[in-house]
């Protein structure tokens, strides 16, 4: 089974990306983990993790790190909204 195309991501504190798929579920994501590889290094900087482009149906840096919409999708926990203010 594929995982729901990425339609919106917005960027949260502590490498936090909060992301909307295709299916309208809303998860939170950390991408602080993949920093320590050189492909993602560049994302240390704020202003390269916020230079993305959603392609295909998942995030596309700059910078040329991207992960697959499976890896967002099954990496990331589903969040309430309502939450959402304590980030």
Do not use: H
């Not at 992301?19 to 994501?29: G, K, M, Q």
């Not at 596309?60 to 203010?85: H, M, P, Q, R, V």
């Amino acid at each position: 089974m594929q995982s729901p195309d990425i339609r919106k991501v917005e960027i949260l504190k502590e490498y936090k990306l909060l992301i909307t798929f295709s299916n309208d579920e809303v998860r939170l994501f950390d991408i602080k983990p993949y920093l320590k590889y050189p492909v993602f290094k560049a994302l240390n900087k704020e202003s390269e993790l916020n230079m993305f482009s959603i392609v295909d149906g998942t995030i596309e840096w700059k910078c040329g790190a991207e992960l697959s919409a499976d890896t967002f999708y099954l990496g990331s926990i589903n969040i309430d909204k309502s939450k959402l203010k304590e980030m």
